[in-house]
């Protein structure tokens, strides 16, 4: 067993996290996380009401009796959700851990926080993590460039941000992108980690809502099968490599392409499409660079299992063998 500060501060039994996927943070994956001792997260807006979230809630409590959050990702749109509504969701839920993602979390802490509401909050970049802490969260997730999704605009890997991240850091911080299986693991927990998040690696399992084709995609993707799309207007996103996201990439670099002249491409729509009815080359679909490390399609319990058991094979022998005692002179 792999004991850190975060496994005792949100009662799980590994330091593993499914973090929040849009389209993918659904309660039977969410369920088969938490069943298997680590932390999943139902993705809030991924439920088109608040009335429905609380659905989705119930659902996954009928799935399991151990722990399990919600994601909020607060993003700025020209016509946003009703965070406030969905804030409200999760706390008459009687949910207990949040993972709050994009824009500055303060509005909602306070709401939480007087709920007794842990709060995990999703960063990419060190400043960004102290504020949070600053601000009162519980913990940290910090996201590595090799994440799918958005990794922020420093372009720092996970290699450099992690150690950045824990020697500012009193909070307990979980590592996140580029990380598949248990080399992962140990990598972060060496680094001053107290767990890891993983979305890729979720997605690519027997209990993952996503079309089989698309998990079939991801095995057979490698590290260099992914494209970063919105550069040039600064609000990166890494995705798999297909021929939207090469279309996009297109437009971008031919220079001046604004918003409008992408959007029809990179619709949310279209990438549910991707997910539901496993056209890969229908719309946009998140995925990391850890593909590359991912060559099966196992049930969350299994992969969970294999992880941690490997894990403390490296701590207890691999790197252990290293050590050598040095007898006084």
Not at 7 to 17: N, S, W
Not at 192 to 204: E, K, L, S
Not at 311 to 316: P, S, V
Request: glycine fraction near 10%.
């Amino acid at each position: 067993m792999i004991r850190t500060r975060f496994t005792e501060m949100f009662g799980v039994d590994h330091p593993i996290v499914q973090g929040g996927m849009m389209w993918v943070g659904r309660a039977e994956l969410v369920a088969a996380t938490a069943n298997s001792g680590a932390l999943g997260f139902l993705t809030g807006l991924t439920q088109p009401t608040p009335e429905d979230l609380v659905k989705e809630i119930a659902r996954t409590r009928d799935l399991t009796d151990k722990p399990f959050g919600v994601n909020l990702t607060i993003l700025p749109s020209i016509t946003p959700p009703p965070y406030a509504e969905y804030r409200q969701a999760i706390i008459e839920s009687g949910i207990k851990i949040v993972e709050t993602a994009g824009s500055n979390p303060i509005d909602h802490l306070p709401h939480f926080k007087d709920a007794g509401v842990k709060v995990i909050h999703k960063c990419t970049a060190v400043r960004h993590a102290v504020k949070a802490e600053r601000l009162g969260v519980d913990a940290v997730s910090i996201d590595g460039f090799e994440c799918a999704g958005h990794p922020g605009e420093d372009d720092i890997p996970g290699l450099i941000l992690i150690p950045a991240a824990t020697q500012q850091l009193t909070i307990p911080v979980i590592a996140s992108g580029g990380i598949a299986d248990s080399r992962g693991l140990v990598a972060a927990l060496a680094l001053g980690a107290d767990g890891v998040n993983m979305g890729t690696r979720f997605m690519c399992t027997v209990e993952s809502p996503v079309a089989q084709s698309v998990k079939e995609q991801i095995v057979a993707n490698t590290e260099r099968d992914t494209k970063l799309i919105f550069r040039t207007l600064h609000n990166t996103a890494r995705v798999a490599a297909n021929a939207i996201s090469a279309e996009v990439v297109d437009i971008e670099a031919r220079g001046g392409a604004q918003f409008s002249d992408i959007q029809h491409l990179v619709a949310g729509a279209r990438g549910r499409k991707v997910f539901e009815d496993g056209d890969l080359d229908a719309g946009i679909w998140s995925a990391g660079q850890s593909q590359g490390l991912i060559n099966d399609i196992p049930t969350v319990s299994d992969m969970i299992d294999r992880m941690v058991s490997e894990a403390e094979h490296i701590i207890t022998s691999r790197l252990s063998g290293f050590v050598t005692a040095v007898s006084a002179a």
